[in-house]
Structure formats: structure tokens, C-alpha cells
């Protein structure tokens, strides 16, 4: 089986539990919204959102329903030892790997595309000004985010405490996303955009990604390996 | 303790109370005054911040790929270390600044780089007080992952300004600042070195015993 293969019957297995269950899209979709309006609640003044909140709030919300999708798509990997399964199947691991990322980056982007608009709407934000460059950054950074926290919610699922470990580890390491998608976001918000600005953040979110990705596929494998003891 | 400990301490001693006398009859810089006494602490903890921030990333990167307990074992006290400067430096660091810049904090690259840094040593230590059986590549992962975040976190901040005294400034004290400060940054060093050997040296004797316990059980 090729590569490609054993990434497209991992994603096409988590969309279908997905697609009948609805869990942890459901749960998700309803906490980032809660997340919004929460901000919402707090920085909204007299109909008067603060400047620039915008961009902070979306990456915020972002952050943290992905931890809550990441957490709980492991858990469920977790409950009957399907995770385990999923190790001995002769699959290659950067194949495994790939697959549980793209079935999250799948579920964060739905996620994502009731957050823009949704923000859009409470923080009186011009989001949908530059369509192309929004979704550029949007899904860089999510890409960014969910490439380090796949490869460390898997390497959790054996551990104890694993709930309040994953936001531990995961917050300190992606905080350079979010600061890039922060930035990149509120320079695209401005009423005269920097065009350099905005590509420069861009590129960054991509090389992060690039680094990423490429530091997990070569960790995963000895991350995930139990040697005999 | 090992056989080594007692003169390393003494001399660490020795060198920490010439330190200070030498700090205290140091002359007061012209526009800072007293303030910038603090430097000669501040500097030293960040520089050996650095050092245990780069020990730990290079020894938990040759633990993924052979996995010597040896390598696991001066991971964690370096992180140990890390944090312990780190908190020294980002204590010390902020004192200046308020009487300075006339604030407490600047979103500077080097304030921000250093208290990620610092959180990930945080995160690190969590991970091995509480994560359970396989705590040692997980906290591997995260200082490999750590490491290859400090680039990213230089190139966005440096895009925006910065007001923290670059390094340039260490190399061109004059005499009577540079006496004081190096004496300082030794008795840092070996500090530093003390401890990391006797933490080190501490988890090979729990390692020992846990060996010792296995084996009478057999």
C-alpha cells in the first residue's frame, strides 16, 4: 500500500467516525463559538470593539478549540487502544502520522469557517477584505499549530495527566505561530495593507510549518516506538 | 556527596564573596548610577540560562537517537539549571528595566525569546515530575521541538523594535567595570558546572538504587 494510500484510509476513517458521531465537531464548533463571545462579552464596550482586537481574538480561539480537538481525538484513540492498533497495522509511522494531521487540520478548518465570520461580525472586522490572504494565513498557522500538537497529543496518550500536559507543552512551543498569525492578521486588517508586511508574515507561518512537519515525520517514528526493555 | 564537592564549594564560595566585594567597590556608571550594579548578576544567570538551554537541546537530541540514560540524565539537569537561571535573569532583568526604560516589561525579542525559552524549561520539568512512564522522550521531544523554536522566535520579534542593550556592550568595558563582571560571570560558571555535576551525579545514584531493588527482586 502506498503512502498516499495509508494517509487517505486514515482520514477517511476519521471523518466517517466524525461524519456518524459528531462528537468532537459538535463539541468543538459550540466551545469556539462560547470562546468568541466570551471575548466578546469582556472587551466589547458600548458597542465599541477594541481596536485591533479582532485578529488576537481569532488566533485565541483558535488555539484553544484545537487544543480541546486534539485532546479529545486522541482520547478516543485511546479508549479502546485503536491508537495501538493503528501502530502494529504495517502502515509506514510518517503515514499514520500525516493522516491524523490532515483529519484534524480538516476538522479545525470547519472550525475556522465559522470563526471568521463570527468574529467578523461581534469585533467589526474587515475580514473578508482579502479573502486569499486571509485563508493563507489562516490555514498556515493552523497547519503550524496542528503539525507540533498532533505529534505531541499522540506521544501523550500513554502518559498520565495527559488533559493538563498537552496545553503545557503545546502553548510555549506554538506561541511563535500565533504571534506570526496575530501579526499577520491584524496587518491585513489595516485600512491601507503593507503588502510586504502581510507576505513576510506569510512566509514565516510557512517556513514554521516546513520546519515542523519535517522535525515530526523524522521524530515520530522513535517518539512512538516503545524499545524492549 | 562526591569526593569533589567540598573543594568545588569552598572555592565557589570564595569566588561568589570576591564577587560581590569587588561589585561593591566598582565605580557607578555616569547616567544609571546604582541600578546598573544589577548587571553584573543579571548578565551571567542569562548567559548561563544560554548555556543550560543549549546543553539540554543538544544531549535530549542524541537521546532520541541512541537513547543513553547518561544523555536523558544531564538533559533533565540542565533543564533543572535553565530554570533556575532563567528565573534569576527574568527577575533581575525587570528590576532595571522599571528604573530605565520606566517600565517593567518590553515585548523585546530578547525578553520574549527568553521567557519562552523559559516557559518550555518549565513545561520540560512538568512533563517529567508528572507525566508518568515515558516521561524521557516526551520531554525529548519538547526540548528538540524547543530548540528548533528559538530562530522563530528571534526573526518575528526582531521585526519589531528593540531596546535592550545589545552584547556589543560586554567586549569594550572598561577595567573597572570588566573586573567585577568577569570575576561574577566565573563564579557563575562554576556554580553552574557544580551543580549540573552534582545533579547529574544525583540521578545516577537513584538510578543505581532502582537497579539494585530490580535485582534483589529477581
Not at chain 2, 543579571?42 to 537513547?67: D, E, K, Q
Amino acid at each position: 500500500m502506498s503512502v498516499l494510500q495509508t494517509i487517505w484510509l486514515i482520514v477517511r476513517k476519521d471523518l466517517t467516525i466524525e461524519t456518524r458521531s459528531g462528537e468532537i465537531a459538535f463539541t468543538t464548533l459550540f466551545f469556539a463559538i462560547s470562546c468568541v463571545l466570551a471575548f466578546a462579552f469582556a472587551l466589547v464596550r458600548e458597542g465599541k470593539p477594541p481596536e485591533d482586537g479582532g485578529a488576537g481574538v481569532l488566533w485565541i480561539a483558535i488555539m484553544f478549540s484545537g487544543n480541546l480537538a486534539l485532546g479529545r481525538t486522541f482520547e478516543r484513540e485511546r479508549q479502546s487502544e485503536t491508537l495501538r492498533a493503528l501502530l502494529l497495522a504495517p502502515a509506514s509511522r510518517p503515514a499514520i502520522y500525516l493522516g491524523k494531521l490532515l483529519g484534524l487540520m480538516a476538522l479545525l478548518t470547519a472550525a475556522e469557517l465559522l470563526l471568521v465570520p463570527l468574529v467578523a461580525y461581534f469585533f467589526q472586522a474587515p475580514m473578508f477584505r482579502h479573502p486569499f490572504w486571509l485563508t493563507l494565513i489562516v490555514v498556515a498557522g493552523t497547519m503550524g499549530f496542528a503539525s507540533v500538537g498532533t505529534l505531541f497529543a499522540a506521544m501523550l496518550v500513554r502518559a498520565r495527566s495527559r488533559d493538563m500536559l498537552l496545553p503545557v507543552l503545546l502553548y510555549p512551543l506554538t506561541f511563535p505561530v500565533i504571534m506570526a498569525g496575530v501579526r499577520g492578521t491584524t496587518a491585513l486588517l489595516q485600512p491601507e495593507v503593507d503588502y510586504a508586511l502581510v507576505r513576510f508574515w506569510v512566509q514565516l507561518l510557512i517556513s514554521f510549518d516546513a520546519v515542523f512537519i519535517t522535525l515530526a515525520l523524522w521524530t515520530f517514528e522513535s517518539l512512538m516506538t516503545d524499545e524492549p526493555r | 556527596m562526591p569526593s569533589w564537592f567540598t573543594r568545588t564549594a569552598v572555592a565557589c564560595a570564595a569566588l561568589f564573596i570576591a564577587a560581590l566585594v569587588f561589585v561593591a567597590l566598582a565605580p557607578y556608571e555616569k547616567d544609571m548610577g546604582l541600578v546598573q550594579k544589577i548587571f553584573y548578576f543579571h548578565t551571567p544567570s542569562a548567559w548561563m540560562f544560554l548555556t543550560a538551554g543549549v546543553v539540554c537541546g543538544i544531549s535530549s537530541a542524541r537521546y532520541l537517537a541512541n537513547h543513553s540514560p547518561k544523555l536523558d540524565r544531564l538533559a533533565w539537569a540542565s533543564a533543572e539549571l535553565l530554570v533556575l537561571f532563567g528565573a534569576i535573569a527574568l527577575v533581575t532583568g525587570p528590576l532595571w528595566a522599571r528604573k530605565t526604560w520606566g517600565v517593567w516589561w518590553q515585548w523585546d525579542v530578547r525578553l520574549t525569546s527568553s521567557l519562552l525559552g523559559w516557559m518550555i524549561g518549565v513545561a520540560y520539568l512538568l512533563v517529567r515530575r508528572y507525566a508518568g512512564p515515558g516521561s524521557d522522550k516526551l520531554a525529548a521531544g519538547l526540548a528538540l521541538f524547543g530548540m528548533a523554536n528559538v530562530p522563530f522566535i528571534y526573526i518575528s520579534v526582531n521585526y519589531w523594535r528593540t531596546i535592550h542593550p545589545p552584547t556589543s556592550v560586554v567586549p569594550k568595558l572598561p577595567l573597572s567595570f570588566g573586573v567585577p563582571f568577569y570575576l561574577s560571570v566565573t563564579a557563575f560558571t562554576l556554580l553552574f558546572v557544580m551543580l549540573l555535576r552534582l545533579r547529574v551525579h544525583l540521578e545516577e545514584q537513584r538510578a543505581r538504587v532502582d537497579s539494585l531493588y530490580l535485582s534483589l527482586d529477581e
